[in-house]
């Protein structure tokens, strides 16, 4: 779905992004000089490679007119305002793809597992028993402690932090 939205407005200078640029270089010129035709436009800088469309324009110039000549320009389907969250595109990219396909391989053996163990043991615990053994089995071979290396402890001590805030992470990107 190609969406047009406006990023910010004050008087004089108006921004506005379309993802569709990055992807249609062509309309760039077409959409630059159909804005730069409007009466009261002074300069239009558009940046394909992020969808940035930059406007100066006279001070009682409203951005809904540009926003109309850029919808119509651009063949948008939807118009966003300042902060509206963009519609999650619909194509899955390639690693998405494997990434699901190895969830449910998971997914399924953790399934098969339950089943197993009569619902007594998932791979969760699983993994965690194999961890926590394995390491016992370290420390009774070798019979000393070693200091995890630094890249370790940065990795836990941030999903500790994301697990433990999830619900405060969370509330702010509602906000």
Not at 123 to 148: N, S
């Amino acid at each position: 779905m190609r969406y047009l939205q406006l990023v910010h407005t004050v008087p004089g200078r108006t921004r506005l992004r379309c993802p569709s640029l990055r992807k249609e270089p062509s309309l760039v010129t077409r959409v630059a000089d159909e804005l730069a035709a409007v009466a009261g436009v002074h300069e239009v800088k558009v940046r394909p490679f992020t969808g940035s469309i930059l406007v100066f324009h006279d001070r009682d110039l409203s951005s809904s007119t540009l926003t109309d000549v850029a919808q119509r320009v651009l063949a948008c389907d939807l118009v966003l305002a300042r902060h509206e969250r963009p519609p999650v595109d619909g194509g899955v990219p390639e690693l998405a793809k494997i990434a699901r396909l190895a969830a449910s391989a998971f997914r399924d053996i953790d399934r098969d597992m339950l089943r197993a163990s009569q619902g007594s043991l998932d791979l969760g615990t699983l993994a965690t028993l194999g961890f926590f053994g394995a390491g016992a089995l370290q420390l009774a071979y070798e019979r000393e402690l070693e200091m995890p290396p630094w890249f370790n402890l940065a990795w836990w001590g941030y999903r500790t932090f994301m697990t433990n805030e999830q619900d405060e992470i969370s509330s702010i990107d509602d906000e």
